[in-house]
């Protein structure tokens, strides 16, 4: 079973400019999350989807980021503009019903640094 | 709410020396607990959990962790650490709630195995 992939694994854009990360979840799995973690920082929920559905998205910074699942698959996560406090790493993660719990696998990341 | 704290951002220890990482967390509920592992270069690795009953469980890499409800800790323990074990640690928490689990994460403890 392929695991939760990212991309890119690293992005490096000027202040103003728009990037879009790519989460592709386990396969089946109906939940997706998006995390950021802030250099020095606690690895901070950003939002969560439900098949295409946000669940919730309380931990969104702001309206420059806009989280996506089309068709109840991937995952997009797009800062527009981007800003220096942006930099952080990224993390997808997604889970299915296991047993009564919900282990999350997590993707590897996505560095962003906003120069 | 939930918060996680890790009171030791950076742990050195020698090799096969025992370690201890410390967890406590506040939650005016009931919480699933987790602590996850950052290898170099790698993403976020589920070790180990506590989700009801026996209040320590277990690693296959030989970690272990104990739930102590009045003391609302969740440290984690190694008899023996190896080389392989430097990695990034984060305690974690979740709520017991159906069908949704948004993970309230510590800000992470660096284990440094020293040869």
């Known amino acids: 079973e392929a695991g939760v992939t990212q991309f890119p694994s690293h992005s490096v854009i000027e202040k103003g400019q728009t990037v879009t990360l790519r989460c592709d979840p386990i396969?089946?799995?109906?939940?997706l999350y998006w995390y950021r973690r802030v250099m020095g920082k606690e690895i901070k929920f950003l939002l969560h989807?439900?098949?295409?559905?946000?669940?919730?998205e309380s931990g969104m910074p702001n309206n420059r980021f806009l989280a996506e699942r089309t068709g109840g698959t991937y995952s997009t996560l797009k800062v527009q503009p981007a800003e220096l406090e942006d930099s952080g790493v990224y993390f997808c993660?997604?889970?299915?019903?296991?047993?009564?719990?919900?282990?999350?696998?997590f993707g590897p990341g996505t560095r962003l640094t906003v120069t | 709410a939930q918060s996680v704290t890790q009171l030791d951002s950076q742990v050195p220890v020698f090799e096969e020396a025992p370690v201890e990482l410390r967890c406590n967390y506040s939650?005016?509920?009931?919480?699933?607990l987790f602590w996850y592992v950052q290898y170099p270069n790698q993403g976020l690795q589920l070790l180990l959990k506590?989700?009801?009953?026996?209040?320590l469980v277990e690693s296959i890499n030989g970690f272990e962790a104990e739930f102590n409800k009045s003391q609302t800790s969740f440290h984690l323990r190694k008899p023996s650490v190896h080389i392989s074990d430097t990695a990034e640690y984060f305690c974690?928490?979740?709520?017991?709630?159906?069908?949704?689990?948004?993970?309230?994460f510590g800000i992470g403890t660096k284990l440094q195995v020293i040869p």
């Open positions: 396969s089946g799995h109906d939940n």
């Open positions: 993660a997604s889970s299915r019903r296991l047993a009564g719990a919900y282990e999350q696998y």
């Open positions: 506590y989700l009801s009953g026996s209040t």
């Open positions: 939650s005016s509920v009931s919480v699933y």
């Open positions: 974690a928490v979740s709520l017991h709630s159906g069908g949704y689990q948004k993970v309230t």
């Open positions: 989807f439900v098949k295409e559905s946000k669940q919730d």
